[in-house]
């Protein structure tokens, strides 16, 4: 969900536990950055920030799904998403005999939760489901919730901590792309300069240096693309993990239909002229604003995924890119108005709570267009043809 943008100096107060804890954060950071000669790369801040062991945003202890948290995923909203998507796993996975599903990413366990309880109800469990999630926090939570939640499955779901070999069956990932770490670049003189953190008295400042070779080129590819070079002073993102993490994921799968959710658009729009400051978001209770040097290690950091990138990673690993549908596209084709079906039955306060939900998964303004499904394929496995209808790969 997209919250109200919020000037960063109008923000909540932090509670002074989290404050603390974004002490310490911080002087790990100012370490890494006296280690480092005087400054560190944005992509590096983002990477500690999030996930230095048992201190970053994702691996620490904090709440971050939900209400309570910073910001609310699709599955946190309602089950209507996870049940949705069971039925297109439950499509692919009526092709592949012995077909299992990995979930990428499992945050709060929310979804995993849905999509078995609808598998369930549909009588096409997999063997397996199998959770492979960078946080041991995170995991542990996911554990709790099903062992809560549905007990009788806590056999099925195996959580694992690297990707298997020959996989056949789903992989799915929901907002997991857009917590990579991105590094932050701008343009200078024609030159692609790289952003980076250093410290001044004030705190964390940023400073503008040489970028190295890796992220001039991978600027220098996007203007090929683009057919123009990117303008003086213009400021924006650039994902160096992206192309690595599809290609281990090609590696890992034999037989499968992956499909990844997340806001992001097309490369054409990412670096569209008038888009001059990038797409990196922060999250702090619920509040949307635009300084990831503030709070490190108890507010989310964020970038918008730029989906042609993820279309090359995953052509030039031997994956086909199936389709590239809007969120709500996806709901309304692949089974929302059967998940309707009992509306009439239900009480006013479930009906209001139901149309609620279906209205910030799907309208434009919410979540509906924001966000969107890329369907990628190997092998034998083909993506269902519910979710190809409003195809706009022509697009990427
Ligand atoms: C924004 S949360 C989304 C959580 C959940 N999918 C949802 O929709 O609520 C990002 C999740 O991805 C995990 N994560 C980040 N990088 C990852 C990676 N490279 N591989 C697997 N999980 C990762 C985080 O620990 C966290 O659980």
Not at 45 to 63: D, E, I, K, N, S
Not at 97 to 126: F, H, N, T, W
Not at 128 to 145: C, E, G, M, N, P
Not at 375 to 390: C, Q, R, W
């Amino acid at each position: 969900m997209q919250p109200q943008r919020t000037p960063a100096n109008n923000l909540p107060e932090p509670h002074p536990d989290s404050l603390q804890h974004s002490k310490r954060v911080s002087a790990s950071l100012v370490r890494a950055i006296e280690t480092a000669g005087g400054s560190i790369s944005f992509g590096e801040f983002m990477q500690h920030a999030l996930y230095a062991p048992g201190l970053g945003y994702y691996v620490a202890g904090t709440r971050k799904f939900g209400a309570d948290g910073d910001f609310v995923t699709a599955p946190e909203v309602s089950p209507l998403f996870g049940r949705v998507l069971a039925t297109q796993c439950a499509a692919v996975l009526s092709g592949i005999a012995g077909g299992r599903i990995l979930e990428l990413g499992a945050g709060s366990g929310a979804l995993a939760v849905q999509i078995l309880q609808k598998l369930e109800e549909l009588d096409c469990l997999p063997e397996r489901y199998q959770i492979l999630d960078v946080s041991a926090d995170l995991r542990d939570r996911q554990q709790q919730l099903i062992r809560e939640q549905l007990p009788s499955m806590l056999g099925r779901v195996e959580w694992i901590q690297q990707l298997p070999a020959g996989f056949r069956g789903v992989v799915v990932a929901n907002e997991v792309a857009d917590a990579l770490p991105v590094e932050r670049f701008i343009k200078v003189d024609g030159e692609v300069a790289q952003l980076r953190v250093a410290l001044d008295e004030s705190g964390f400042v940023w400073r503008v240096a040489t970028a190295p070779e890796w992220l001039t080129a991978g600027v220098r590819a996007i203007e090929k693309d683009l057919g123009s070079e990117l303008p003086a002073g213009y400021q924006s993102e650039f994902s160096p993990g992206l192309q690595g993490w599809i290609g281990d994921l090609a590696d890992s799968v034999q037989d499968a239909v992956v499909l990844l959710f997340d806001y992001g658009i097309a490369r054409h729009e990412y670096y569209a002229p008038d888009r001059n400051s990038g797409w990196l978001r922060c999250y702090f209770r619920h509040h949307a604003h635009d300084d990831p040097l503030l709070y490190p290690g108890i507010q989310d950091l964020t970038a918008w995924v730029d989906f042609t990138a993820v279309a090359e990673a995953a052509d030039g690993a031997g994956m086909t890119v199936g389709s590239y549908v809007t969120q709500s596209q996806f709901l309304l084709h692949g089974g929302l108005a059967e998940e309707m079906a009992d509306f009439d039955k239900l009480d006013q306060r479930q009906q209001y709570e139901l149309s609620r939900a279906v209205k910030l998964l799907t309208l434009p303004g919410e979540m509906g267009e924001h966000f969107k499904c890329l369907a990628l394929s190997k092998g034998s496995a083909s993506v269902p043809a519910a979710i190809t209808v409003s195809d706009r790969r022509h697009v990427l």
